[in-house]
């Protein structure tokens, strides 16, 4: 692949946009499942716990996909 193209703007874009579909879905699906065991248990923690459980997971998948090199 041309290294020219990776440097174009439409790129970047689709890039950014799987950035932020990382962090949505991370905090969804986790922050879900917190909720669920949270209605299922009668507590009030496990929706902390599994929005940052989805965040820490969608970093590392962004890390995976963009930051190394």
């Not at 922050?31 to 507590?43: A, F, H, K, N, S």
């Amino acid at each position: 692949m041309n290294r020219d193209n990776l440097n174009h703007p439409r790129n970047e874009e689709g890039a950014l946009w799987s950035i932020v579909g990382y962090l949505i879905s991370g905090l969804l699906i986790w922050g879900g499942i917190g909720y669920g065991l949270d209605q299922w248990l009668g507590t009030s923690y496990f929706l902390l716990l599994g929005m940052l459980l989805g965040a820490g997971a969608a970093i590392y998948l962004v890390w995976l996909r963009f930051g190394r090199e």
